[in-house]
């Protein structure tokens, strides 16, 4: 079993930023693929970033290509979403997922029925 643990989550203003982190423990050998996922009030939960095992391959929904990065340090099992120049639009929680590395290939998933792990999400408010 893998835990996943969101933080960095808070209030920020249009424009500023703010890093989300996800720390992973437990089996952690087993998280492979990983993603970030969103959901906002009576919406349903969409993917927002996705990397692969090594970081070498990511994904970005449209709306946040060029204001959103994300990265892994597998070292220390934490995979990061910086968030730069958010928007009111992006107010959601915020939730992080790891995909069994034994039955991943090398790539990115984004769909979030192909993810065994979740965290408890973290609360993401942006203000105009």
């Known amino acids: 079993q893998v835990q996943l643990v969101e933080s960095g989550g808070g209030l920020v203003q249009a424009g500023g930023s703010l890093r989300l982190a996800c720390a992973a423990s437990?089996?952690?050998?087993?998280?492979?693929?990983m993603g970030w996922f969103r959901q906002a009030p009576g919406k349903e939960r969409d993917i927002v970033s996705a990397?692969?095992?090594?970081?070498?391959?990511?994904y970005y929904t449209d709306s946040v290509k060029g204001r959103f990065t994300i990265s892994r340090d597998n070292a220390k099992n934490t995979m990061y979403l910086q968030m730069n120049s958010p928007k009111p639009e992006d107010t959601a929680i915020y939730y992080c997922?790891?995909?069994?590395?034994?039955?991943?290939?090398?790539?990115?998933?984004?769909?979030?029925?192909?993810?065994?792990?979740w965290g408890q999400g973290t609360q993401v408010t942006v203000s105009s």
């Open positions: 990397i692969n095992w090594s970081g070498g391959s990511t």
């Open positions: 437990g089996r952690t050998s087993s998280a492979g693929p």
């Open positions: 997922a790891a995909r069994e590395s034994g039955s991943s290939g090398s790539g990115y998933y984004t769909a979030p029925t192909l993810y065994d792990y």
